[in-house]
């Protein structure tokens, strides 16, 4: 198994590094709790090559990735781009890599080797400035408010262990004993509010006697038009895309033209409230997995009920990070919740028939519906006890695709299954345990899976299994009896089940003076299978300790990981593959001008195979500095000033099969002009690569600027910006041109439009008739109601 991911590993490494598709990506140094964190990935070649990308990333500490697809620029802005929104209470720090699945079918990653094992890593800033401890919710200060009744909702997360007394001001009074707190947020409900601008802040005293406020948020509310029955607001937001490529003869691809709309309606009227969700899209196809998107959610006290799609989050082992088109429902009372989902993860995909070259006719095989039911309970409170117990079922729905696209010859019996349906059952129990103010958690969590890989068949009697397995079993219930909770038949792996088909893990977290510690243990057997749950490693246990210090009034932040990641967990194979991580990351900033950061990090991969042509030792290096200036004498046009250095090296140490080796430096300056309406952007990034054993080597050149204007008291925001690429080294000698031009106005102010021509030149000296030229277009309508 090792090895498959070895070689595999190796193959992605070099079509990265050498083929058609470039990426690039610079990790912010440090995000603070509480805000959401923005990840981008640059495309320096082979954009139009890649049909999506999906980022995966979790909790430093954490075992188990979440994933989320990444929104796709275009030709002549050829970026991805996520919004983590749930990433406000990580204080631990952020990891995350890069899964990029091209139009070919075939998956790269980035990081490039061991991605799981050595992700991109973040830290986490806990601050106590009073523009940074508290995140506003709501509403949206960028739009005013139509009607006279709102509700504000306040984020406390970042010093909610800290705080000891709050006050919440309303227009200048002190409104506290009208609040509603909620675990880490407060909620103020405003009723008959004059159509003026409205202020709102928070003071608050903490444990160590200190006094901390937050930002003074405004807020207008104007007279609607018309009156509705309920509190609604919404938002429309309309995009079209259009590209068109000089090259001749090229092939073009659904999405070379594409519109998507997006519409969202929330509501409430006393105690009813609504939410609700509309995405359409016109690279829908009945091809392909759903694209479009819909749900609406719907809460009265104590219960809610959601239709369409939604992501529950159950448990690590159980369901996680995967969407369910169906009905979902919560009671939920102080120390009880019961939560159901039922529905569809996956829809039918009809396999195609086609006669090849020789006459023959060929087939593909399709994807059968799968449904997937799932309950959760839960007993006590999350700030001290909690106890909970999930059931989560997933099977293929057999009668979803007819025979002759999963079965090679349905008139044969003995015919291959070019697709097997499956069946999969899960049980899990978690608990947690807060103590001192949550400053010290315990946590544990338990799951056991049973696991059909072929459901054709049905299930057998219990006659059948004792002829199978040569047995003499005396079942006390007939097998076919619980066909349908879990189809029991030759086909479970393993049959019969043991401490293989576990999962579990254990943690305790602790936060005290100013420190952050966190130590977790996880073990996954070799025959666990959860469907329903994305990136949980099969046969592999997790030793994990982290510490994040918060040092010198905050003014320096010290994280120090290491992981111990072993597989063959029940001695079960003749080898034992370890994989030791060591990473220590710095983030200094000795005033509000300038910031230092570096980290470190080394990991290493071993097996202990007695048979040493066979063994496996893979090194891999990371070593990041960085700082920034704000330039604040410059007072015509402050400017903040970047640079930042990075180092990486992939090794096998004993077949040296590969020696990668990547110098990345970028360095950027941000003006802001004081008298003039414009901001202006300039990066320049350059990328070393060599391949040692190869004696291969590449180079990235890239030029970056852009300039954003501000006119009509911020209604009209055009720009431009443009970015020269060269590639040189042992590869082509090639280089590329982007100029984007575009605007965004505001026509009234809840009203805006906004537009974007781009321009791609591509030049190749060394290929005869590959040079092109691109122009894209793209256009967005947004409106707020």
Known sequence: MKKNVLVISILIFTAMLYGAINLTHTPIPKFKVGETVSIKLFVSDGFDEIKEVNLYYRETGEQTYKFLKMDKGSSSNPEFELLLTDTHEYKAGLEYYFQIIKKSGMEETL?????????????????????????????????????????????????????????????????????????????????????????????????????????????????????????????????????????????????DKKADL???????????????????????????????????????????????????????????????????????????RLLVSSGTNKRKINGESYLDSLGTTQIDAGTFKRNTLSTRMEVGNKRGFIWGFSFVKNRDKLDSLDEIYYLADPDSEDTDVMVKPVDNLVVGTDANLALFKQKVKFGAEVAMSYYNTNIIDGPMSADSINAEFDTDLDLPIDPADLEDIFIINKNIEPFKPGVANLAYKTYIRAYFLKNLLNISYSAVGSSFNSIATSSVQKDQQTISINDNLQLLDNKLSLT??????????????????????????????????????????????????????????????????????????????????SLNFSNSANVDEKNNSFDYTTNYLIMSAKSDFTYLPLRTTMSYSLSLN???????????????????????????RPYLDFRYTSYGGDIDKQSKQLLNLGSKYNIFSQTSISTNVGIVAYQNNDVEDSDYSQLNWELRISQRF
């Open 690 to 716: 060599e391949n040692q054993v190869d004696e291969y080597s590449s180079n990235y050149h890239s030029l970056f600027m852009k300039g954003e204007f501000n006119f009509l008291e911020d209604k009209l």
């Open 262 to 336: 997006l519409l969202l309606l929330n509501g409430d009227k006393n105690w009813f409230r609504f939410k609700s969700k509309l995405f359409l899209s016109s690279l829908e196809t009945h091809k392909e997995q759903s694209v479009n998107r819909y749900s609406i959610k719907m809460n009265v006290p104590y219960f809610g009920l959601s239709l369409g799609d939604y992501s529950p989050n159950y448990g690590a082992y159980t369901l996680r990070s995967t969407n369910i088109r169906g009905v979902h429902t919560k009671l939920d009372f102080k120390n009880f």
């Open 111 to 255: 990081r490039k080797i061991q991605p799981e094992i050595n992700p991109y890593s973040v830290q986490a800033e806990i601050s106590e400035s009073t523009s940074d401890i508290f995140a506003l919710l709501s509403p949206d200060p960028n739009f005013p408010i139509t009607g006279e009744n709102f509700v504000i909702a306040i984020s406390t997360f970042a010093l909610d262990q800290q705080i000891d007394e709050l006050q919440f001001y309303f227009n200048g009074k002190d409104v506290t004993s009208r609040i509603e707190k909620y675990s880490n947020m407060l909620v103020y409900k405003v009723s008959n509010a004059k159509h003026a601008m409205h202020n709102f802040y928070i003071k608050a005293r903490l444990n160590n006697g200190a006094m901390v406020e937050s930002v003074h948020w405004n807020t207008k509310v104007t007279k609607k038009l018309f009156e509705l029955p309920m509190n609604m607001e919404g938002r429309a937001i309309f995009t079209s895309d259009v590209m068109s490529k000089s090259a001749e003869n090229d092939d073009y691809d659904d999405d």
């Open 560 to 641: 120090v990981l290491m992981n111990i990641i072993s597989d063959n967990v029940y001695d079960t194979k003749e080898m034992t593959t370890t994989t030791a991580k060591y990473m220590t990351q710095m983030f200094y900033r000795p005033n509000s001008r300038a910031f230092f950061n570096l980290s470190y990090s080394n990991s290493g991969t071993k097996d202990d195979a007695s048979d040493e042509t066979n063994s496996t030792e893979i090194k891999n290096y990371n070593f990041v500095l960085g700082g920034g200036y704000n330039l604040e004498a410059i007072r015509s046009a402050p400017t903040k000033l």
